[in-house]
C-alpha cells in the first residue's frame, strides 16, 4: 500500500490533471469526484501498482479513462429506465477573472463538450497534458495515426467554433 | 508537427483544480477503506489454499527431515531385498535335521524298546491259557446243563410218574 505521504504526494502531483481529465469525460462534478476517489481508495488497495511505472500520470490517467467508461456503461442502463441524471456540466477550466478571458473558457467548455468522446480525450491529452501521439495511442490502446487524426479532426472543430471569439482575444 | 498560435492559446487556458476541501476527505477516505479491507480479508474464514500455504509454511523446517527419514526407509527395504536371497531359504522352508548326538541317543533308546519287546513276548503266552486248551461248549441249551437244584423256585417239580 502507498503510505500515507505516498498517497498525499500522488494527489498533489496528479489530482489537478485527473479531476480536468474526469470532468472532461463525464461533464459532471460528483462524478469526477467518485472518479477520484475511486481512483485513490484503488491506490491504497493495491500494493505497489506504481513500483515498476515510470511514467505516472499516463498509468493514472488510464485508471481514470477505464473508470469512466465504466461509469457510461452503468450510466447507460440507468438512462434507459428513464433516470437520466440533470446536472449542469462542469468545466474543466479554472474560472478567470477578465469577463473575455471567462467567456472564451465557457465557450471552449462548451466546445469541447461538443466533441465525440475519443477526439476529446485526445484533445484534452494533447493540449492540456501534453502527451505524444505515442503515449496517447498507448493510454488509449489505438494507433499512432489514429490518436493524430483524430486529434486533427477534433481541434479543426474547435477553431471551426471558437473562431469569432479568438478572433475577438487576438 | 508544430502547434499553431491557436493550439499554443488553448494550451495555456489553465486547467480547474480540485476544491481544496477534497484533498483531506479523498486522502482520509482512501486510508479508511484500505485498512478495513485488510482486516476483513483477515477476518474471512480460511480458505482451503490458505490452510495449505499456512500449513506448508509452518512445516517447511520439518520437511527435509520428513523427506530423508523417507528416503533412509526405503534404502533400508533396497537392501533388505538384496540381502534376503544370499541367507538361502525362509526359515520355515529348511527341513530339520537332528544332531549327531540326538540320533545316537534315538537309536540306544529305540534298540531298548525292542529289546524289552521281544524279551517280554514268551512270559505273557505261558500266563494266559491258550484258547485251544479251554474244553469245548456243549451243543445243549445252556438250561439242561444246569443242575437239577438250581431249579427257579414257581417253577414246579417234576413229576415222579
Known amino acids: 500500500m502507498p503510505a500515507g505521504d505516498t498517497l498525499e504526494r500522488l494527489y498533489d502531483a496528479h489530482a489537478t490533471s485527473l479531476y480536468a481529465f474526469a470532468l472532461s469525460l463525464t461533464r459532471r462534478d460528483s462524478d469526477s469526484r467518485d472518479l477520484l476517489q475511486d481512483l485513490f481508495v484503488k491506490l491504497a488497495r493495491h500494493p505497489g501498482a506504481l513500483d515498476d511505472v515510470h511514467d505516472e ?19 447507460q442502463s440507468r438512462e434507459h429506465l428513464g433516470e437520466a441524471l440533470a446536472e449542469e456540466t462542469a468545466s474543466p477550466f ?45 493510454l488509449l490502446n489505438i494507433s499512432p495515426n489514429t490518436a ?20 475577438e482575444l487576438q | ?23 483531506a476527505a479523498i486522502l482520509a477516505t482512501a486510508r479508511q477503506v484500505a485498512i478495513p479491507s485488510r482486516q476483513v480479508r483477515t477476518n474471512h474464514p480460511p480458505s482451503l489454499r490458505g490452510i495449505l500455504e499456512n500449513w506448508i509454511h509452518r512445516l517447511a523446517t520439518p520437511w527435509p527431515a520428513l523427506a530423508a527419514t523417507a528416503a533412509c526407509s526405503l534404502l533400508l527395504n533396497g ?17 530339520w535335521q537332528p544332531g549327531q548326538s540326538m540320533a545316537e541317543a534315538l537309536r540306544q533308546h529305540r534298540s531298548q ?12 503266552e505261558s500266563a494266559s491259557p491258550s484258547p485251544a486248551s479251554n474244553p469245548p461248549a456243549s451243543n445243549k441249551p445252556r438250561s439242561q446243563n444246569r443242575p437239577a437244584d438250581h431249579r427257579h423256585p414257581a417253577q414246579p417239580a417234576p413229576s415222579p410218574a
Open chain 2, 79 to 95: 537392501a533388505a531385498q538384496t540381502i534376503s536371497p544370499a541367507l538361502g531359504t525362509p526359515p520355515q522352508a529348511v527341513s
Open chain 1, 57 to 75: 500520470r499516463s498509468f493514472l490517467l488510464r485508471w481514470m479513462r477505464n473508470a469512466a467508461v465504466d461509469l457510461f456503461r452503468r450510466r
Open chain 1, 94 to 138: 479554472a474560472p478567470a477573472p477578465d469577463p473575455d478571458d471567462q467567456a472564451f473558457r465557457d465557450a471552449l467548455a462548451e466546445a469541447l463538450f461538443e466533441l465525440p468522446e475519443e477526439q476529446r480525450a485526445i484533445v484534452q491529452l494533447k493540449l492540456w497534458e501534453g502527451m505524444t501521439f505515442e503515449a496517447i495511442a498507448q
Open chain 2, 113 to 124: 524298546v525292542l529289546a524289552l519287546v521281544s524279551s517280554e513276548e514268551p512270559e505273557l
Open chain 2, 1 to 23: 508537427m508544430k502547434p499553431d498560435d491557436f493550439e499554443n492559446t488553448l494550451a495555456r487556458v489553465p486547467l480547474r483544480r480540485p476544491p481544496a476541501d477534497w484533498r
Open chain 1, 148 to 167: 493524430a487524426s483524430r486529434y486533427r479532426y477534433g481541434l479543426d472543430k474547435l477553431r471551426l467554433r471558437l473562431r469569432p471569439l479568438y478572433e
